[in-house]
């Protein structure tokens, strides 16, 4: 059985509702908002009617100031609380979008995330707005901190939508963006909506846990089970575990060609546009373009970056195929046996079970889902200052959705709010992200409005008789997904722009996977970790030791994996170009296949790489974080409570978490650390000399 974690309130009786938290926040001159879900197509269609209504009014009121008039509260800040607006009713239908169990109401959020994208990037050729701005801004204000920067940074986005360009190549920025913005959903929808069902016999699943076979929704006949190559649990079940290589190429190559017939048109356009913008505003490349406003500045620094890694693994990669390829040879015979695709986690899996004596479904049985929920509810407690409570939520799109406040533990000041969406369903987003509700912001009326998120996972669902057991792997993602809430909810920034996650993009990784260091320390583990069946056993010691050094043994191939979707990114937004965009599948399936491993054949992999659109140019940044990430942990590692270590927690919280992009990324960084940064850490985790 799980433990129940109580609260203060909830073990004096007195539990806490929306109303007192609420309540509580006014005290402290901050509002709560409830988010008002839209449930039907009728209120989805109004919000994005009057959310554009409302953002002209706004709009208006600016671009109608005179000279003698301008200030920076009615030009800059008025402008964020204009896109503070927006943020507020697209964030909701983005999430609506992606989990709403009505599959009309789905789509037309689809529509109105289209239309209110359309009608924001407009917002940029408002010019009457751009020369309010212009106005104040020539006045040479004497701003400091946040608000200098929210000054600079605003005018740099008006030079990157080509506001300073002739009006006809002004004109075609605008065009394009706006032609972008109607791509860019429609290939994200699709990769939602994939879906592919495979039916296997208990023959081809030979390996696959019983435990995993028999569960609901899995055995479809009588000598039948239908698994999806579209859910990450089931992917990942597969190709870890099949021992029929026919059975493990098949899921992998179901995978790698979701979404392609849909997808392959729009991301051509998609490029194309891309580099088409990337050109009138002056840039060599979109992935100039997109990496101006990062920590990595352009290109050439980030394929360098990802180049070097990929040389430094080379020697550690060799070593790994080749361990992974006498496995092979020993299980198969075939003395002439190759590494594919398809073969490395089976075999890394393999390798863990016979060189370490790791079996990592085994361990599933110490990582009940709700105790993990509880045991990382602790720890972020303890080490950040906090304390969070469940309250029944006003709505519910699913009946099991959670809801829980956040407070400061000492002082009581509600912080946030957020909501758990944690396992998979048809129609849903099908792999792990926190999504932004409500970001925090400093209102016009001097109170701040705390914000509000939700985490959208797809962990693997509770059965009859049985709690839902994580792999190592999946405790390591709920600590990563829940450390982005975290950023988002401790956020004091006053401009929506640079609260929470609202950071360059090649840092906004970092903090999250700082935190995935926590479910390999033997400590914290102990604090929550347990076998269910008999709560008294732990993971022994030796496990852990064994398990830590499996990893090692299998890093250099799953990072070199990382770094070629990194460079198949970058080269698709330095190389194609409006001749070559037929180019697409072939070039990606050429870095893929030069970085890592050949790609199964006839597959476009791109066509469900999500990743292509939020972070366009940008995949890199994951390797780029994680640097800073290993970096971040030392922190930790060397305080007195290590892991547990609350004034190194408050630090974290104060410098990184709640400044946001309030200021240069690399002064909270340095900050943090109390010294310069290092690669070191990270080169020696992933195995680089």
């Known amino acids: 059985m799980a433990t129940m974690l109580f609260t203060a309130?909830?073990?004096?009786?007195?539990?806490?509702?929306?109303?007192?938290?609420?309540?509580?926040?006014?005290?402290?001159?901050?509002?709560?908002?409830?988010?008002?879900?839209?449930?039907?197509?009728?209120?989805?269609?109004?919000?994005?009617?009057?959310?554009?209504?409302?953002?002209?009014?706004?709009?208006?009121?600016?671009?109608?100031?005179?000279?003698?008039?301008?200030?920076?509260?009615?030009?800059f800040i008025a402008l964020d609380?204009?896109?503070?607006?927006?943020?507020?009713?697209?964030?909701?239908?983005?999430?609506?979008?992606?989990?709403?169990?009505?599959?009309?109401?789905?789509?037309?959020?689809?529509?109105?995330?289209?239309?209110?994208?359309?009608?924001?990037?407009?917002?940029?050729?408002?010019?009457?707005?751009?020369?309010?701005?212009?106005?104040?801004?020539?006045?040479?204000?004497?701003?400091?901190?946040?608000?200098?920067?929210?000054?600079?940074?605003?005018?740099?986005?008006?030079?990157?939508?080509?506001?300073?360009?002739?009006?006809?190549?002004?004109?075609?920025?605008?065009?394009?963006?706006?032609?972008?913005?109607?791509?860019?959903?429609?290939?994200?929808?699709?990769?939602?909506?994939?879906?592919?069902?495979?039916?296997?016999?208990?023959?081809?699943?030979?390996?696959?846990?019983?435990?995993?076979?028999?569960?609901?929704?899995?055995?479809?006949?009588?000598?039948?089970?239908?698994?999806?190559?579209?859910?990450?649990?089931?992917?990942?079940?597969?190709?870890?575990?099949?021992?029929?290589?026919?059975?493990?190429?098949?899921?992998?190559?179901?995978?790698?060609?979701?979404?392609?017939?849909?997808?392959?048109?729009?991301?051509?356009?998609?490029?194309?546009?891309?580099?088409?913008?990337?050109?009138?505003?002056?840039?060599?490349?979109?992935?100039?373009?997109?990496?101006?406003?990062?920590?990595?500045?352009?290109?050439?620094?980030?394929?360098n970056f990802l180049q070097n890694l990929k040389t430094g693994l080379q020697p550690k990669y060799d070593l790994e195929l080749k361990e992974f390829r006498d496995l092979k040879i020993a299980e198969t015979g075939d003395t002439n046996a190759i590494i594919n695709a398809w073969d490395w986690r089976y075999y890394a899996n393999q390798l863990k079970k016979t060189k370490y004596n790791v079996d990592a479904e085994q361990l599933r049985v110490y990582f009940p889902y709700q105790n993990v929920l509880e045991g990382m509810f602790k720890i972020y407690q303890r080490i950040f200052g906090l304390k969070f409570e469940r309250v029944e939520p006003p709505y519910k799109w699913i009946d099991d959705l959670q809801l829980y406040t956040v407070s400061d533990a000492k002082t009581g000041e509600p912080m946030g709010l957020f909501y758990l969406d944690m396992f998979p369903r048809d129609g849903k987003y099908n792999h792990f992200a926190q999504f932004g509700i409500i970001e925090g912001k400093l209102l016009p009326d001097g109170r701040y409005q705390r914000p509000v998120c939700c985490l959208v996972c797809n962990f693997p669902p509770p059965q009859p008789g049985k709690p839902s057991l994580l792999s190592h792997d999946e405790v390591e993602t709920i600590f990563h997904e829940f450390g982005h809430a975290m950023h988002t909810i401790l956020t004091r920034a006053k401009y929506s722009r640079f609260a929470g996650t609202s950071v360059p993009q090649d840092f906004v990784e970092a903090p999250s996977q700082m935190l995935e260091n926590w479910p390999w320390d033997k400590k914290v583990l102990d604090s929550f970790a347990a076998d269910y069946r008999d709560p008294k056993k732990k993971i022994p010691a030796d496990v852990l030791a064994q398990l830590k050094t499996a990893r090692f043994a299998t890093e250099a191939t799953r990072y070199r994996r990382q770094l070629s979707f990194g460079l198949m990114d970058l080269t698709l937004h330095t190389q194609i170009h409006a001749t070559n965009a037929d180019d697409v599948v072939p070039l990606s399936n050429e870095i893929l296949s030069d970085v890592s491993f050949p790609v199964p054949p006839d597959t476009a992999f791109v066509a469900y790489f999500g990743h292509i659109i939020g972070y366009g140019a940008g995949y890199y940044g994951y390797a780029w974080a994680d640097a800073i990430a290993a970096d971040m942990a030392t922190v930790f590692e060397q305080s007195p409570d290590g892991f547990f270590d609350q004034i190194t927690g408050l630090r974290m919280r104060n410098e990184i978490y709640a400044v946001g992009d309030s200021r240069d990324i690399n002064v909270s960084i340095e900050k943090f650390l109390g010294r310069p940064r290092s690669l070191d850490p990270f080169l020696k985790r992933i195995g680089v000399k």
């Open 9 to 75: 309130a909830e073990a004096s009786g007195k539990p806490t509702t929306l109303a007192k938290f609420q309540k509580s926040a006014a005290k402290f001159g901050s509002v709560v908002t409830i988010p008002t879900f839209e449930t039907t197509t009728n209120g989805v269609v109004a919000t994005v009617a009057q959310t554009i209504a409302e953002g002209n009014a706004a709009l208006d009121r600016i671009g109608r100031l005179t000279a003698a008039q301008v200030n920076f509260t009615n030009t």
């Open 81 to 303: 609380d204009v896109n503070f607006h927006i943020g507020r009713a697209s964030d909701r239908l983005g999430l609506i979008e992606q989990t709403s169990t009505n599959a009309d109401v789905r789509d037309a959020a689809t529509d109105a995330i289209k239309q209110l994208s359309e009608w924001a990037v407009g917002i940029d050729y408002r010019a009457d707005v751009y020369l309010a701005l212009k106005t104040f801004a020539a006045t040479q204000p004497p701003l400091t901190g946040e608000d200098k920067k929210l000054l600079d940074d605003t005018l740099r986005d008006y030079r990157r939508a080509g506001l300073d360009l002739p009006q006809e190549q002004r004109d075609a920025v605008e065009k394009l963006r706006k032609e972008l913005t109607a791509l860019e959903t429609d290939f994200e929808n699709n990769v939602t909506k994939a879906t592919q069902p495979l039916k296997f016999t208990k023959a081809e699943l030979a390996g696959v846990p019983d435990a995993f076979l028999t569960q609901q929704g899995i055995k479809t006949g009588d000598d039948e089970y239908t698994l999806k190559a579209n859910i990450t649990f089931h992917y990942i079940m597969v190709e870890d575990n099949a021992s029929l290589e026919a059975t493990r190429r098949r899921m992998m190559t179901a995978q790698c060609n979701l979404a392609r017939t849909a997808n392959i048109p729009l991301l051509q356009k998609i490029l194309v546009r891309r580099d088409e913008l990337a050109h009138q505003l002056g840039y060599a490349s979109y992935a100039d373009y997109a990496t101006e406003t990062r920590m990595v500045k352009n290109a050439a620094t980030a394929i």
